[in-house]
Every structure is written in C-alpha cells, then in structure tokens.
C-alpha cells in the first residue's frame, strides 16, 4: 500500500471517482454544464413542429362518412342496442363527439405531433371529467373514463378536450367568440399548469394542484356554486342508492337477498348461464386486485347480475352490474364492463407511435387508468367472460359530473381551465413535464392555434353530425332516440 493510498473501508463504493453506475428505470444523473435539458429539448422541437401548424385541419381522402365511421364503429357491439348509440349521437353535435373518439384519431393522424409519448386518455372530451369518492369516500375530480387510453402523442387528447369546450359552449348557448375563447383558456391552463409542473420538485410536482386548489389555481370562480351541487348529488350517489332503486327484496324460498328488476332498455336480467359465467370471472379479478383489499371483497357474496346499458361511445359493448351483500345485507355493485381495443390504435403508426400488444384489453384500460389519475378507485381490476377482455370497478362510486352544455355561457371558459390543468396533471404522470413546457413555452402561440383547430374541428364534427341525423330522418339508419 502506498503512503497516500487510504485503507480499505468496508462497503465503500469501488466505481470511479465514488460515483454508483447508472440503475436502469432511473434518470441519468446530470453532468455539470450540459445542455440538453429536458426543457431545451422541448424547445428544439419548436423548430421541427412549429407551434402554429397546430391550427392545421387536413382531412384525408380517405375519410369515411359519419353514417359509415358510427357503423364501423359499432362492429362486434350487442347489435340491438345499435340503435340506442346512433340515438345519443343524433342528439347533438357534443353528443356525436363524444361517440366517435375514432373518427377524431383518423383525422388527427394528418396533424402535426412532436413526439412526446404520454399516456393518454384518448376520449377527454369535457364530459370525461368527474368527481368520484376515494378509499375513505372523500371527493376528488379528474379524468374518469378511459376505454381508449393508450400510449399516444399528448396533442391529440388536448385538441379533442379543446373540441368539446366550443361544441359544448355552442350548446350552452354561448357566443362563437365566448366558445373559442374557452378552447383558448383550456389550452392556456394546460400550458401554464405544465410549466408550473416542470418547476416543482419530482414528488411535489407528482401531487401537485390538490382538488381544492382547483379552482383558485385555474381562476374558475364562476363554477364554485355547480361544483358545489354537483358534489352534493355526488355524495348520495352510492351503491347502496343505486340497490335500493334497482333491487328488489327475494323471499326466503327463492334464497333470500335481494336480485335485480328489469327495466328496459336500459337494465335487464341475464340468463342464468350468462350471470353464472360472469360470477365465475369474479374469481380470476381477485387476482389483479391489490392484495391488502381481499379481506374486504371477502366480506360479500354474490347475489345478483344484470346487463346494464351505459355512456354514449360505450352504448353497445357488453356491461353488467353485479350485486354483492355484506353480512348485513348491505349492498356493493361492482361493474363489469367489457374492454374493447382502443379506437386510437389503427391510427397511432402515422404519427409514429406503435402500441405494445395490451395482452388483456381490461388490464390496458386499469394501468392506464391509474397511470393518469392521481387517486383511483380501490378495487380496479380486470377479468375475461366467456372468451372476452372486461375491466372491473366499483359502480356508483360517489361519482358526478358537470354537464359542461348545460352550463351558462360564463362558466364555459372556467369549466374549460379547469379541465385543461387537471389534463396537464394527468399527462405530467407518464411525460416529463419539462419536455412539454419547454415546447409550448410562454408566449400563447401554441394556445391561439390549438383554438383555430378547435373551432375548425368543432364546425367539421357539426357537418357530421348533420350528416348522421339526415341519415336517421331519411330511415337509412335506425335510431332510438330518448333513451
């Protein structure tokens, strides 16, 4: 041993200069003066994708009609709730939107991106955001619907949420300069909410904008009085309310309980062999669900299956509502609800973007899920009925929505900031923050042409929906329309 050289010290790291190796799944460590940030890489891209090509609206070619998008769309779908699905489309130019999450992602195969994967919603048009009650029955609003989320550019759910603000606003009765105005805060709020991101410390910026920040965060005072009713309603909206509606009580001789009542279309009793083959699944959904809530799934037993009608995209895919009682008669309805491959995935390799086989339909949909909220129901899972992908959750969780077309034409833009921070909040959970910040940057170039593209695309889905509804009247497509 040399005279400077130091003893040997148990557990001393022997790397270069004392410095651990790179653990993969963690970030590299930063060199003194580099220049690559992530930031400056966002920046770079600006150079690549303008910020102002995002007002683009090139539809292609081969674009099919609305008659022939809604038809394809309902492939493999229960076909005699067909109708019911053209009828909630017909009923608006919202409506429409919000049914044909595929015919968006074709048109915005033809729109620029920068390439920044996020998990992304792929429907967050304004009605997919909610109050819904956490594991102790408090109320927290984000994103809640997630049959198509994928892996995807982060642009495609904010020019669709963008969309859905000014076809909302027109409904509501809003001015053409109050509609594309809130496009334009939407758009703003997402933009400033991810710088605000990029600047925080990894775990704060992971928790960030707590629901009861929301509204000073994103200055939408106007709301405060319909969040207000909306989360009343939400508190009574429960499992328990739903049963006492939609059950009714079984005597002894037929086995006691309580089972569900018909009420069609919407809800109807299944065969015996159809309730049984879902009860069955309820067996393997044990195994995704997260170990420490067993013991509480232990304390139920299955009484009851129904068929259950929902949404306006979803009307046609295969959705049940199970029954279960506790010890004391009280109830819990889980929804099992049918996992289609997402409506996004044809049209993700034009903008380069290739999704990873899902292996099971309903576990894309559950990681997607928790990937993207901040706080997400505790009894998420997935199985498969009968050969099918199905995901799984709690019904009626406390769950409530703002109608954003029946606000009034000055809450349109508050409702619009609001949903724009709890987006950027959703895709900071999978995207570098940093990255996306450094694109859009401070000016509002990038919300002015995200608004062009809205409106564009809002007058596009109204020529559709014309379309769709010319198609009913004239008796080439059947509709059921109220229900």
Avoid at 211 to 221: F, G, K, N
Avoid at 295 to 313: E, M, N, Q, S
Avoid at 457 to 468: G, K, S, V
């Amino acid at each position: 041993m040399g005279e400077n050289q130091a003893p040997a010290v148990p557990g001393q790291r022997g790397t270069e200069k004392g410095r651990l190796p790179h653990v993969p799944g963690f970030a590299r460590r930063a060199t003194a003066g580099a220049t690559d940030s992530p930031k400056q890489q966002g920046k770079a891209l600006r150079l690549r994708v303008p910020r102002r090509t995002h007002s683009t609206l090139a539809l292609a070619d081969d674009r099919p009609d609305a008659v022939t998008a809604v038809e394809e769309s309902s492939r493999d779908r229960v076909p005699e709730l067909a109708p019911i699905r053209v009828g909630r489309m017909a009923a608006s130019p919202f409506s429409f939107l919000r049914g044909s999450a595929g015919l968006m992602a074709h048109d915005l195969a033809g729109s620029p991106v920068t390439g920044i994967a996020a998990q992304i919603c792929g429907d967050a048009h304004a009605a997919n955001f909610g109050l819904y009650g956490d594991a102790r029955g408090r109320l927290v609003i984000d994103l809640n619907d997630f049959d198509e989320t994928v892996v995807g550019p982060w642009e495609w759910d904010l020019k669709r949420l963008a969309t859905s603000l000014v076809l909302a606003g027109r409904e509501a009765g809003a001015s053409e300069d109050t509609c594309r105005a809130a496009a334009f805060d939407t758009v703003g709020a997402y933009r400033r909410t991810m710088r605000l991101l990029a600047k925080l410390p990894a775990n704060d910026a992971w928790n960030a904008i707590a629901d009861e920040e929301l509204v000073s965060h994103t200055d939408a005072r106007d709301l405060l009085g319909t969040l207000e009713r909306v989360s009343e309603k939400a508190r009574n909206n429960t499992s328990a309310r739903f049963a006492a509606k939609s059950t009714e009580a079984v005597t002894d001789a037929e086995g006691g309980g309580r089972r569900f009542v018909d009420a069609p279309p919407v809800l109807r009793r299944v065969t015996d062999e159809e309730a049984a083959a879902v009860a069955a699944a309820l067996g393997p959904y044990l195994d995704t669900v997260s170990e420490d809530r067993l013991p509480l799934l232990a304390r139920y037993a299955v009484h009851d299956v129904a068929f259950r009608v929902v949404g306006t995209g979803s009307v046609g895919t295969r959705s049940y509502v199970v029954l279960l009682l506790d010890h004391r008669g009280e109830p819990l309805v889980l929804q099992v609800k049918e996992a289609r491959p997402s409506a996004l995935l044809p049209h993700l390799p034009a903008v380069g973007f290739t999704a990873p086989d899902a292996g099971h339909e309903g576990r894309r949909v559950v990681l997607g899920q928790k990937r993207m909220q901040v706080v997400s129901d505790i009894l998420l899972g997935w199985t498969t009925v009968q050969g099918r992908p199905f995901q799984v959750r709690q019904f009626r969780n406390r769950k409530g929505s703002v109608d954003p077309a029946a606000l009034t034409p000055d809450q349109v833009d508050d409702y619009g900031r609001m949903t724009g921070a709890l987006l950027a909040r959703a895709h900071a959970h999978s995207a570098d923050p940093r990255l996306i910040a450094g694109y859009c940057g401070k000016s509002e170039e990038f919300d002015e042409a995200v608004a062009a593209f809205a409106v564009a695309y809002a007058d596009r889905t109204t020529a559709d929906h014309t379309d769709l509804v010319t198609a009913v009247r004239d008796g080439r497509t059947a509709a059921e329309l109220g229900v």
